[in-house]
């Protein structure tokens, strides 16, 4: 899927334009277009972000996750200390 608009298949984009013999052409790259319509790999436009945003919402919660771990363990490490009375060997469990 493209950005523009959002383009699904050449048939919707702006730089297809007829070429000749009932064949259309990419006017951005001027590159001839399957007569399917389908979205050839090299095409000009931007990708839907989508994917990438799903990517960074996954690497947020993950980053989060790990967050809340890292606090849970602080808060861990801190009850130890204040337990702790000078003289006495700190046993870290």
Known sequence: MKIIG???SCKSCPNRV??????????KVRQSLAPDCVIP???PLADH???E???LVRSLELLNQQQA????EVL????I?????????????
């Open 81 to 93: 200390v204040n337990k702790y009375e000078p003289g006495t060997p700190m046993v870290l469990s």
């Open 41 to 43: 790999p090299w095409c």
């Open 69 to 72: 771990r890292s606090h849970a």
């Open 6 to 8: 959002i383009v699904q």
């Open 49 to 51: 972000p989508a994917a």
């Open 53 to 55: 945003m799903a990517s």
């Open 76 to 79: 861990r490490l801190a009850a």
């Open 18 to 27: 007829y070429d000749s013999g009932g064949m259309y052409e990419c006017e």
